[in-house]
């Protein structure tokens, strides 16, 4: 169903706002990047996205989108300066079983039902044209102690 809409609960993010309906694959967030940019050009939207370090990985914090912790731009590429994905990262104190179904739901409106789930809290589904998106619990190691978060990691 092309109709399909993404959750809505107001203690968590606005899944419809924040990944938009079906006709993209891009969330509306990321809508004006495109594979391969540079991180100068990525950082005209997203000021600090530039600032990669030597794996090619930049995270620049989100204000106004309750809920939403940091956004995630990964860069491949020999010099690692050509935009491959981008991630959105949820506040930790999310974290549970019920957000994990929230954000499932909201992913399965988005991108359908057909999606592969190699661990618990990993599921990934592929489009028509072999791109990915996965949501995944990762841990945030830079934390004392450190700390669990959800992440969509969308291929452009």
């Known amino acids: 169903a092309t109709g399909a809409v993404a959750p809505s609960n107001s203690k968590y993010p606005d899944l419809a706002k924040l990944l938009g309906?079906?006709?993209?694959?891009?969330?509306?967030?990321?809508?004006?990047?495109?594979?391969?940019?540079a991180p100068a050009e990525v950082a005209k939207t997203f000021p600090?996205?530039?600032?990669?370090?030597?794996?090619?990985i930049v995270e620049v914090p989100v204000t106004?989108?309750?809920?939403?912790?940091?956004?995630?731009?990964?860069y491949l590429g020999q010099t690692?300066?050509?935009?491959a994905f981008?991630?959105?990262?949820?506040?930790?104190?999310?974290?549970s079983d019920e957000f994990w179904k929230y954000l499932v739901d909201g992913l399965k409106a988005k991108y359908?039902?057909?999606?592969?789930?190699?661990?618990?809290?990993?599921?990934?589904?592929?489009?028509?044209d072999f791109r990915i998106?996965?949501?995944?619990?990762?841990?945030?190691y830079e934390s004392d102690p450190p700390?669990?978060?959800?992440?969509?990691?969308?291929?452009?």
Do not use: C
Request: hydrophobic letters at 35%.
């Open 112 to 128: 359908g039902d057909k999606f592969e789930a190699p661990s618990t809290r990993s599921h990934t589904w592929t489009g028509s």
């Open 147 to 156: 700390r669990s978060y959800f992440a969509i990691s969308v291929m452009l």
């Open 86 to 95: 981008v991630e959105i990262q949820f506040e930790p104190k999310l974290v």
């Open 133 to 140: 998106v996965e949501l995944s619990e990762e841990t945030d």
């Open 80 to 83: 690692k300066n050509e935009l």
């Open 64 to 74: 106004g989108q309750p809920g939403v912790w940091r956004y995630q731009f990964l």
């Open 21 to 37: 309906d079906k006709s993209n694959w891009v969330p509306p967030p990321f809508s004006m990047l495109k594979e391969d940019m």
């Open 48 to 56: 600090g996205a530039d600032k990669t370090g030597e794996f090619g």
